[in-house]
Structure formats: structure tokens, C-alpha cells
């Protein structure tokens, strides 16, 4: 019914033409600047200037991303106690095991996408966005029960301390609530990424999250409501997301509505949409054992790796602007049939990627204690969190490798390696590391996770080297 009614006041204000999809798609000349930006000539130094245009609007939006968390993190860190703290990291691995489990709504979109704006198809990207629409509003609603009736239960049966489990419910229980707009924000950012209109993209996503610190701030924190405003303030950022989105998509296409999507050529995106299902589940398998285990440590511990991973989510989606722009380039040359542009695009991909990283470790190093003092006030969770620091630091000289690859299989539309490799390194590495060092507490979760981060770069970079780039050269 809302829907309905938002659908007819678009329509109202002309902002719905309709269209035909049993017509020939339209094939129309991408914009001029998108075009330069995307496709570099045979200078090197013009393939790293193209890269980085993409890429610089790309890593400041990536990198409001886990800073949204931070605030969260910072918020939740000023409130008594670590239970907060331990509460919004347990309960956000859970609601982000869930709902990125659907990030398949953002991968395969942008590289479907990517690939449709090389060709120029208007239509098709109107249909590709419309089908995911719809995917996510009916997989959303499904989420939203499934966690109140599901999986909240199973947090509630967890041996955690007292005061825990209950501020951990009352965080997931605000976010289950925000299913539809999570999942419909991951198609929209996915479809305008694979645009390539990245400063635009970069300008809603720093905007949502701008909102979001806000909010989180302002409702946690100031107006006593804890880890349940915490979770509220993130749902009405993503609503505003979408709003914005909605807006762009709207300027991009001339129009918001153009027919109701054809489901008969929709094999390719729900073929995509399962395989990127698959790697997504062991992905977050990985961060949402590593949050239960360290509550089931200890309160201490679980702050700590809040504090850790959340600084990594930091570098890790700051790297990822040169995957993301690798994800571009790779569908666009793909779409136009240009082998010469996608060389070296992949090249001044990698030689951005290993450079940021680089400095990405080195400001990890440098600014340890600053860092840590930004998201937590409590000395007893700072000194620990130090202590430990170094398991993370060089973390990015690692990470980058299989940060890179994601963008280049994905813009290739390569998804069943990238699902296989997910897969092999978290069930024959990750796992049975972390089995074999259990006794070792804390460190033994950081030994497994770092195996992980090896096992699956380096099983990236052969499977490019050896299969990936004798086909696409």
C-alpha cells in the first residue's frame, strides 16, 4: 500500500514515463564526461589519472562508510560500561550477516550495470535496476520477520553476561525493521556505481552517513535512548539514502518509471545474484564468528575487536575506491569490446591499490593511539586495544590484493570463481585455524583471520593470472 501511494504521487508529478521493454533496447551514447573518465587512452599516466578520478569521490564515500560505524562505536563507548560497546559489535555482526548475505543486490547489479552502460542499453539498465527493486522489497519484508521471529531468539539463547544479550536485542530488534530500505539502498548504489557517475554517488553516500553520525549521536547519546537509538539512527539514514538515490536515478534515466521490469532475460541477474549469495554467506561467516567468539571471551575482548575491526572496515572500504573504479573500467571496456583500455585500467588499478595501502598501514602505525582514543574514552579498553594493535596495522599490505581482484572479477561478470574462492578459503582455511588455535584466546581469532586474508589473496591473484586475463586480453 505505501508503495502504491509513493508510486502514484511520482506519477502525479510526471516524474513516471511510460515505457515498452518488448521494444529493441535503446542505444544511447554515454555521457561525455563519464566517458573520459572511464576509458583511459594509451598513456599510463592518463590510465592513473582516470583511475584516480574515479576512484578519489569513490574512497572518501567508502571511507564515511565504516566511520558511520565508528560514531556508533564512539557512541556506544561513552555509555557505562563495555556491554554497549560488545552489544552493538555482536548485534551488528548479526544484522550484517543477514543483511549482506543480500549484497548480491549491489555486486551483481553494478557489474551487470557497468556492462549494460558500455553498450550503451538505456532500457536494459532500467530493467536491471527495476528487477532489483523488486527483489529487494520482497526479500526485505521477508527479512524483517525472519529476524524478529528467527534470529533474535537463537542471540537470546547465547551464554553472553548479564546486561548483554538484552542490549543486544534491543539493537537488532530497531534494525530488522529496516530490511526493505538496507537492501533496496544496496540495489540502488550498485546501479549507480555501475554508471560510473561516482562524484555523484560519493555525494549520497557521505550525505546518508553524515545523517547516521548525526543521529546516532544525537539519539544514543544526548537523548538517553542507548543502543536502540543507535540502531534508529541508522534506519533513518537509510531511508534518506534511498530518497536521494531515487533522485539521481531520476537524472541519470530523465525518468523514474519507464514500464514494469521483463522478468525473461532475468536469468543472468538471478545466476549472479545466487553465486555472489554464496560468497557473500562465508564472508560474513568469517566477521560474525570472529564478533561471537570474542564475546563469548569476554565483554573486554569483544570491545577490543570492535575497536580493531572497526578500523579496518575503515582502510578496507578506503581500498576498495580503486576496486570499485577497477569494477567500472572492467565493465565499461567489457561492454564496449576495448581489450587495449582494460589493460591499462587493470594496471593503474593495481599500482593505486598497492600505493594506498601502503599508506593506509603506515597511518594505522603512526596514529595507533589517536585512532583508538577516537572510539573509546574507557582507558581499561584503550590500553588493551594498543596492546594488540599490531595484528592489524599491516593488515592492508595483504587485503588490498583480494580488495582489487573483487572489483575486476566482478566488472568481468566472473562471479562462480570469486563464490569458489570465497568458499575454499574460509571452509579449508579459516575455520580449521581457528579450531586449531582456540587455546590461544584472542590471538588464536586473529592467526585464523589473518590465514583467511592470505589464503584468499593469493588464490585471487593466481586464478587471474592463470584463467582470468588469457581470457579477457
Known sequence: MFQSQILALLFSAGLFRPGNYCQTPAKVQPPKDL???TTPNNSKAQAL???WKLAWPLI??????????????????????????????????????VFWAFGFLRIAMGGLAAQAFGRGDR??????????????????AALSVAGWWLIDPVLARLALEPGLGQQTLAYTGVRWGGAILALAYYALHGWLMGQGNTRALAVVLV???????????????????????????TVLSQLAGVAMAVWLVHRQ??????????????????SANALVFVRAL?????????????????????????????????????????????????????GRRDPSALRLALWAGAVCSLTSAALASLLLWLGAPWWVGLLSNQAAISDQA???FWWLAPLPLVAWISYFFDGVFIGANRFKPMAWIMLASTGLVYFPLWYATQGAGLAGLWIAFWGWQLARAGAMACFFKWRLWPSLG
Open 35 to 37: 566517458m573520459i573518465a
Open 49 to 51: 589519472l582516470a583511475a
Open 60 to 97: 572518501v564515500a567508502n571511507a564515511s562508510l565504516p566511520l558511520m560505524a565508528a560514531v556508533d562505536t564512539a557512541v556506544a563507548g561513552r555509555l557505562d560500561g563495555p556491554q554497549p560497546l560488545a552489544a552493538i559489535a555482536l548485534g551488528g555482526a548479526w544484522v550484517t550477516l
Open 123 to 140: 532500457h536494459d539498465s532500467w530493467n536491471l535496476l527495476a528487477q532489483g527493486l523488486v527483489i529487494a522489497v520482497a526479500i526485505g
Open 207 to 233: 550525505a546518508t552517513n553524515l545523517i547516521n553520525m548525526a543521529l546516532s549521536a544525537g539519539l544514543g547519546l544526548w537523548a538517553g535512548q542507548g543502543v536502540a537509538g543507535i540502531a534508529l539512527a
Open 253 to 270: 534515466l530523465g525518468s523514474l518509471w519507464m514500464g514494469w521490469p521483463n522478468w525473461a532475460g532475468a536469468r543472468q541477474l538471478f
Open 282 to 334: 562465508a564472508l560474513l561467516a568469517v566477521f560474525t564468528w570472529f564478533n561471537t567468539q570474542s564475546a563469548l571471551l569476554s565483554a573486554m575482548d569483544a570491545a577490543v575487536n570492535a575497536i580493531l575491526l572497526t578500523l579496518l572496515a575503515v582502510a578496507a572500504y578506503s581500498l576498495d575506491g580503486f576496486a570499485d573504479a577497477a569494477e567500472i573500467q572492467t565493465g565499461h571496456a567489457i
Open 386 to 388: 594498543l596492546a594488540v
